[in-house]
């Protein structure tokens, strides 16, 4: 089955960098897409970004576009999140997540809602203070 974990959460100063890491197993994810989801205190888990695993073609939520940069080494089965110039309001529990039905024939779309992504990491802390 497929599992996803995350490393690489931590606490950082504002204006810092971290970076995440999805380490990905139990298929090859040919045709999906992987995405990286965040959810604060008593918020929904809201759309950071996603990549075509086969392509690498990328998509990024407004609020983290410039900053943040999603990318994938297929030889090591991993998806990464560079997050540059982090802000306090980016502290969150951040989730990876792929979503195995990204193409349909040669139509490919990324979803940015959590229900379209059928598999989930266990989330790792990211904390910015000001």
């Known amino acids: 089955q497929v599992q996803l974990v995350e490393s690489g959460g931590g606490l950082v100063q504002a204006g810092g960098s971290l970076r995440l890491s999805c380490a990905a197993s139990?298929?090859?994810?040919?045709?999906?897409?992987m995405g990286w989801f965040r959810q604060g205190p008593g918020k929904d888990r809201d759309f950071v970004a996603s990549i075509s695993w086969d392509s690498g073609s990328t998509t990024y939520a407004a609020s983290v576009k410039g900053r943040f940069t999603i990318s994938r080494d297929k030889a090591l089965n991993t998806v990464y999140l560079q997050m540059n110039s982090l802000k306090p309001e980016d502290t969150a529990v951040y989730y990876c997540a792929a979503d195995p039905d990204y193409c349909s024939g040669n139509l490919c779309s990324f979803g940015r809602v959590a229900r379209e992504y059928d598999y989930w990491g266990q989330g790792t802390q990211v904390t910015v203070s000001s």
């Open positions: 139990g298929r090859t994810f040919s045709r999906y897409a």
